[in-house]
């Protein structure tokens, strides 16, 4: 069987680092299955990287991230309360809210109880637990500024809104927390982390223009909330760059480079209407 | 090929089995084993087979030892002492199973009215 060389194990050694795989014991076994598969492929005459690319193939990508969750899951009781805890107050607490507004709306009683209880589970329970999760899951230093950061921001934006509706002081307060804490820490930390990915180089300017237009948008709802003057022209300025410019410019750029849609897409799109919901909302109330 | 799902279940037994017979062994060893055993039949993942041999050290059932092997580590397996008993278990469990399948796929239609 043919032997892969020093360099050759460090390529792939790399390559499975960069799947974020961070369990030791886990990593050196996927590294000497992956070297077993390609050498057992260049027996049939390949050279390293037709055989590389021939296994990489049949795992399938991100496909190694998966089976570490799977053996964290197993083998971790701390990650698997966690995990477990994450994934029940995320769908406690949204069904709580949807009840609430349901009573809300039809004016029937205790929709305000449900209320807090949804977005204390979401906010206290959920947030913390995925907190932990995504650690877990990443042990990455560089990242953990941009999950605390995320983290803060969700906490107050939910509790803000909570207070909000329910009419308690402090709501102004915690909404603006969460919109400065997402200005100055989180969306900076985002926006670092992805103009480091140097296989998307082509995506720069989308997402140049992405955060940009999110700056501009949160600073509007902050001065919106706060009732200073030029919200407005924050807002649609804002608003303008980000579904207008940025994201029909990441589209074509996406389009081009891949030529099919992903799944990856399809969240962006959820994700944009997670911003602009929320935000008209505000403004309705605010406008009140 | 065997479909997974038919897999699941006895998975542990077929490694926890060809541990006992071949002694230390390392992930890449066990997934050729079975494939060898079962003429290209049983293919083991990755997604498979990882999770169950971390889930069966963190049980107590396997040990690791590690050593280098051209440049890098490489991960043994074996079965501890209560691994052996458990092998033992896990088999019979499995032959029961079988026996239990066998008489259902084995029916002659129209027997039970006899």
Request: net charge neutral; proline share 3%; hydrophobic share 45%.
């Amino acid at each position: 069987m043919p032997d892969l060389t020093l360099q050759n194990i460090d390529q792939v050694s790399n390559d499975i680092q960069k799947e974020e795989i961070v369990f030791p014991h886990l990593l050196e076994e996927l590294i000497d299955h992956i070297c077993c598969d390609i050498e057992n492929e260049m027996q049939s005459d390949l050279d390293f990287e037709e055989a590389y690319e021939k296994v990489r193939l049949k795992i399938g990508s991100r496909r190694l991230k998966e089976i570490q969750e799977e053996t964290l899951y197993v083998v971790d009781t701390k990650y698997r309360h966690m995990k477990n805890t994450m994934k029940i107050s995320a769908i406690t607490g949204t069904v709580l809210l949807g009840f609430a507004s349901l009573f809300k709306i039809n004016h029937w009683p205790s929709a305000g109880i449900m209320m807090t209880l949804g977005a204390i589970c979401l906010a206290l329970i959920f947030l913390p637990s995925a907190l932990g999760v995504l650690w877990k899951e990443t042990k990455s230093g560089k990242r953990l500024f941009l999950f605390i950061s995320a983290f803060f921001a969700g906490m107050f934006f939910i509790l803000g809104i909570l207070f909000k509706v329910q009419h308690w002081p402090g709501a102004g307060v915690m909404l603006s927390l969460s919109y400065l804490s997402g200005i100055i820490f989180f969306i900076p930390a985002l926006f670092f982390s992805m103009l480091k990915d140097k296989e998307r180089k082509i995506r720069r300017p989308a997402y140049i223009l992405a955060f940009t237009g999110v700056t501009l948008h949160m600073l509007g709802l902050l001065f919106k909330i706060q009732h200073w003057p030029y919200s407005g022209l924050l807002l649609t300025t804002g608003m303008t760059i980000l579904f207008v410019i940025a994201l029909p410019l990441y589209t074509w750029i996406k389009w081009k480079d891949e030529k099919n849609v992903k799944a990856e897409y399809i969240y962006l799109l959820i994700a944009s209407l997670a911003i602009l919901i929320p935000s008209v909302l505000i403004t309705i109330i605010t406008n009140q | 090929m065997i479909a997974s799902e038919l897999l699941k279940g006895s998975l542990k037994t077929i490694i926890l089995k060809i541990l006992e017979e071949e002694g230390p062994m390392h992930g890449y060893a066990i997934t050729r084993k079975v494939e060898e055993l079962t003429g290209g039949k049983i293919k083991l993942t990755y997604g498979a087979l990882y999770p169950v041999l971390h889930k069966l050290e963190s049980e107590g059932v396997l040990v690791t030892t590690s050593e280098i092997y051209n440049n890098r580590m490489r991960i043994y397996y074996t079965l501890t002492q209560k691994g052996h008993s458990v092998v033992k278990e896990k088999i019979e469990e499995l032959k029961e199973f079988i026996q239990s399948l066998q008489s259902i796929i084995e029916l002659k239609p129209g027997l039970s009215y006899a």
